[in-house]
Structure formats: C-alpha cells, structure tokens
C-alpha cells in the first residue's frame, strides 16, 4: 500500500517549480502552568505578497511536522498542537500552477487523497488541536484549520474564504464535509456556494467567527499572545467550548435546494463545480467522514480533468497576473505626474468619474459642464456619494472632509483647466460635439496635459484629427458602474505618444482598474463583441424566433444574465447608437434593428416588466414588434449567435485590436462580469469546436485553458 510520503513524492515530481512551504515546528510553556505545547508555523519565507500555499512538497512538510508532534503527544511530552501562519497570511490552499500541470486522473485522485491523509491527522492525535487563524486564510488554508479541535481568527483578518466552486473545483480537502457538520448545511452553503459565486466574496475576521467557524476572536495586534492564553484556559478545563446542535433534518435539505437555486441562477447547470459540491454536503448530513472525503477525492479528480478548471485557472491567470502586466503598454518611467484631474461633463457618468479620480489619486478634480445647475448636480451627486461612504464606515470624517474640499465645480474652462494635467470628457456620444469640447479644452490646458475621452465606440484618431496636438489625445473607456467593473480599455489614436500612453497607464493603475490596451477601432472590444452578440439574438427576434427561445438559447453558457435584460442595462437608446456606429464601420456583419428602433422611439427602458418579480415581456413591447416568420430552435440560435462572434474575434486578431486573444478574455471578464467557469469566452468557443468550423484554428494553444495533451 502506498504511504502518504510516497504519494505525495510522486506527486512533487510532476510539480518542479512549486513554492514549497516549510513546517516549522516550535514549542512553547503555556501561560497558567497549561504544559508545554508544539506550534507548527507555515511559511514560504517569502513576505505577504507570496502567500502560502500547498503544494505535494509543501504538504510532505506538514505531514513530516505531524509525525514529530504525534510522537511527542504519544509520549505525554505536549498537551496540545497549535498551526497558524506567518504575518498576515494563515495558508491560501492548494498551488494551482501544479494543479494546471495535471495530465492523468489518477495523479488529480492522489492530490486530493494527499491532501486528506495530512490534514486529517491532525484530528487523530492524542492531543487537543487549534488552528489559529492569524491572516488570510483561503481553501486549502481554512480547510486544514477546520480539521482540529479548535479554532480562533483574529479580527484583522481581511479575507477568508473557499473560493473552489468559484474556480471549477469543490472544496476537497474536507471543506464539503467538515463545514456543514461544523455550522449546518445553510451556513455552509452560504460560504462554499453563494459566496463563491457572488464573485468570490471573502469574509472577514468578525464574519468568521459569527458564523462559528472560530471558537473565539482576538484583535491582531496580540492574537497569538490571546490565542495561546485562551488555549491554555481550554487545556485546563476552565474553558468549555459549546457549539449548536446541526439540525440534520428538513433544514438540511432545504439549505441544499437554496444552494441549487444559487447555482441555477448563476450558472444555469453550465458548469458542474457547484452541483458536484451540493451532492457532497447533502451526503455529509449523517457525518460520515471517511465516506466524504472518498467522494470529495473523487469530485476533485474529476474537476481537475475537466475543462471548466482549465478555464477558471486560465481566467484567475488573467486577471491576476496579465492584468497587471499589460501587453503592449509603453515603459512606466516616460509617464509623467498627475496633480490635478479635469472632467468635462457634469452629468451621471462625469460624476461617478470625478469621485473615482478623487478617491484613488487623491488630487483637485473639477466637473464643467454648460450651466451652473448641471455643476452643481454633479459637485452634490459626488459630494453625496462620499457621505454614504462616511456612513457606511468605509472612510473617516478627516478623509470624506478632504474628498469634498479635493472635488468642485466651475463654468469657466480656463480657469478650471488651466493647471490640470488630465482632462477627461464624458458628454454626448456624437463625433462634433466631442471635438468641439476638446478644441476648447486644448486651448486652455497645459501643454503636458492629457486630453481622455471615455467614448465606448468613436474613433479617437477622428476626434483628435483637428487639434494642434494630437499625440496627447487617449482613449479612456471605462465600464458602468464605473466603481464595480475594473475595466479600462485604454485606446491609442493613431497620433497618440508613448508619454501619453504611459501616462494614461500610470493613472490606471493609481484607480485600481484593469488596463488594456486596445486599438483605435469601432467600439473597441467589449461593446464590438456584445454587439454583434446582442446583434444576433436581435436577429433572430426579428425574423420570427420567439423572445423567450431567443434568450434561452444562451443559457448554457452560464451569463450573468440575459441578452435582453443586459440591453436594459446598457439602455436600449445606447444599444442602438452602438449598433449603428459599427454597422457604418462594419454594415455587412453588424446589422440596425428596426424592432429596437420602435422600442426606443417609444420611450422603452426595455423588453421586460416585473410586475410579479420575474421578468415577462412587456405587452406594449410586444405590440411594437414586428417579426418574420422563420422560427429557430435554441440550439440553432446558439450556433448562429457562437458562430458570429467567433467570427468577430477572429477578424478583430487578425487587425489587430489587441495583442492576443487573452486580452479579449480579459476584457470580457472584467468589462461583462463573462463567467470565470468560460475562461472568458476564447476558450468555451475552442471547447465546443466554434473557433475551428468558423475560422479554421483554435484562438488558444492546446494546454491553454484545457487540459495538456
């Protein structure tokens, strides 16, 4: 039989570049004369910008510190084994650059039987255990903490969670079986399921502990001081830990059908991870833990061949390391200083910006527009806005006193933009008018000032052809909200210099928002792409296809919502401008709808009512369409919809808008909320054999998000 060593040696041999965390084991008398104890501490030796992780290396660690404490605890030597992490960081779960490695199932079984048979010794020693959760702790990292006996978190603690469903995977080093068994079924679905989905929403120090995860909470500033005094209250008997009875009964199966409609309604049974983890809590509920950690294993090795983990390691890659070396951004050093933000435009996008530039940079910015009324709406919506943030706690009077007194208005161009470095508008989407504004704000600004338009699809080449200076003219598309989606998509005219450019990616990144460069081409990347998606549902309407088989027909892909509900978002009027800028551009692929035509004519913020909660379609928009007779199937609508913006991906590569199809991806996830379980959308059109019928290739090398051939 196979030990855990040998597993775990083998396992490292597939992983040659792991991170390997040590298992430094030190021991300590706790206070009150509570004996001597063994405190295991993980760390990579690396600072906190290198969390902790397990790896097969890393775990054979932990596993070779285990043997020495349960020795010791054999022996009588101990009376209790403590684990926790360096500063600020307890573990962040398993590396997933090993896992990406993976070719064969039953090397993806021994990773999760690894993991188990190390973690789950530390509830079989001789001696109490506590896991004192010091720092971040995620996956791999909560999950060896919920295999003791008990546990503290400190209220410092900024991020905690098991984020695995939210990857592709299932919590599979116990998190499924042991959490549910801790804190109830509904708890845990909460925090596997529905806080996984909700874009990986973490917890924080307080949270854990009134979820009862941890037995107790310490502030950070002494935590393992307080943590190690508490153990020894525990040890001595002075202390009993009492938890709540789990209701293993009809609350157990309720929280499971509230955890399937969570999934149906983010995933719609397009991706298997969050099924797969429910089928695992619901048999957890009689406590047999050997026979869930068997089907955790199972779960984990299945995931990890399939294509949905490929594509969420793939997308996580994106945006946590490609976002933040932009492909195609000019060298940093020629970007020059910002000190004062001008925004042209006073009106509800204008506004969201200036709050954004005065929060992240924290430099004057000053809103014009062309009456005081407008001013001073958009000055009180900013001013107000940092109220709700001073009453939400999220900053101090000081702070939201300085963010006033940093974000005014004025009618007079001059005076406002006479010292700014960076000008940006956000006025009427309509080619004359944005010149317009920036002959008058050229006239005014410094020379070194950057002139930024927030256009999402007019050509900033035309709208800077005109000016003395047109190299320091940038496109700067952000996303509605503009403080929920990181997306920036930074354009560069075919005047624009790299100072500009740099410059332009210095601010970027003092905002916090993921920057991509993109060429000057009709609506850029995400609106092209939706376009011409919102632009084939469209389609199909028109010619005679039902509204609620048109919709449907994209579920599978698993979106955050639906086609006709997006277009109420984005509003149809803007819709409909965006379509006809890119059939002027593009007219043979990008058609104009008359049916949407009629909708916004008639005043109509969208197709759908919701006078019972759920969308229906309005019957006055439905007496405005008028349709053909040809009726399609929802698979012949998906194919027709797949097909198209294959097309257009292939066609904008090949002229260039971005440097790879990564950056498409990346747009689309943090531009459209595209599902993390599709890798963005390169990778599902690979998947289902798209790309090839429609361009003849794949977008992705085989190994890119999918499994190694």
Known sequence: MTTTAELLKGAAELFPDEVV??????????????????????????????????????????????????????????????????????????????????KRH????????????????????????????????????????????????????????????????????????????????????????????????????????????????????????????????????????????????????????????????????????????????????????????????????????????????????????????????????????????????????????????????????????????????GVGYVHGEIDKLLLKGRINQDKANRLKAAVTGSLDKAAAFGDADFVIEAVFEEMGVKQQVFAEVEAVVPEHAILATNTSSLSVSEMAAKLK??????????????????????????????????????VAKKLKKTAVLVKDAPAFVVNRILTRFMGEIQNVIDEGTPVDVAERAVEPLGLPMSPLVLLELVGPAIGLHVSETLHGAFPNRFTVSENLKRVVEAGKRGFYVYDSGKPELDPEVAALLQQGDTVLTEEQVRARVLDAVAQEIGLMLDEGVVAEAQDIDLCLITGAGWPFHLGGLTPYLDREGVSERVTGKRFLAPGVASVPA
Request: contains cysteine.
């Open 21 to 102: 965390t040590q298992a430094h084991v030190r021991h300590l008398d706790l206070p009150q004369d509570a004996g001597r104890f063994a405190l295991i501490t993980l760390d990579n030796g690396l600072d906190h910008t290198k969390p902790t992780t397990f790896g097969p290396a890393s775990l054979a660690n932990l596993n070779a510190a285990i043997d020495q404490v349960e020795k010791e605890a054999a022996d009588g030597a101990i009376t209790g084994v403590g684990i926790t992490g360096k500063p600020f960081i307890f573990a962040v779960g398993a590396d997933l650059k090993g896992v990406e490695l993976l």
């Open 106 to 377: 039953e090397d993806a079984l021994a990773i999760g039987k690894g993991g188990h048979d190390v973690f789950k010794r530390l509830s079989t020693l001789a001696v109490p255990t506590f896991a004192y959760y010091n720092g971040a702790a995620m996956g791999g990292g909560v999950e060896v903490g919920l295999h003791c006996s008990y546990r503290t978190v400190s209220a410092a603690l900024p991020a905690f969670s098991l984020p695995e469903v939210f990857l592709g995977l299932v919590p599979g080093w116990g998190g499924c079986t042991l959490l549910p068994n801790l804190i109830g079924a509904d708890r845990a679905v909460s925090v596997i399921i529905e806080n996984s989905l909700n874009q990986n929403k973490q917890l924080k120090g307080q949270q854990v502990y009134e979820l009862g995860i941890a037995d107790a909470i310490f502030e950070g500033a002494d935590f393992l001081e307080q943590s190690l005094i508490w153990t020894a209250s525990v040890l001595r008997g002075e202390l009993e830990i009492v938890r709540p009875e789990i209701d293993r009964g009809d609350a157990w199966h309720e929280a499971v059908v509230r955890g399937r409609a969570i999934a149906d309604g983010k995933v719609h049974g397009a991706a298997p991870a969050a099924y797969r983890a429910l089928e695992i809590i619901d048999a957890a509920r009689n406590g047999d833990l050997a026979r869930g950690y068997e089907a955790e294993e199972k779960a984990l090795a299945d995931l990890i061949m399939g294509s949905e983990l490929r594509s969420g390691i793939y997308a996580f890659n994106l945006v946590q390391k490609r976002a933040k070396r932009p492909a195609g951004a000019p060298d940093k050093s020629l970007a020059r200083p910002v000190s004062k933000v001008g925004v042209v435009g006073a009106g509800l996008m204008a506004s969201q910006l200036a709050l954004l530039f005065a929060r992240r940079l924290e430099v004057p910015v000053v809103l014009t527009d062309i009456d005081q009324e407008r001013v001073d709406k």
């Open 469 to 506: 200076h047109p190299e320091r003219v940038v496109g700067f598309h952000f996303f509605n909200p503009v403080a929920i989606l990181p997306l920036l998509e930074i354009v560069r005219g075919e005047k624009t210099d790299d100072a500009s450019l740099a410059t332009a990616f210095g």
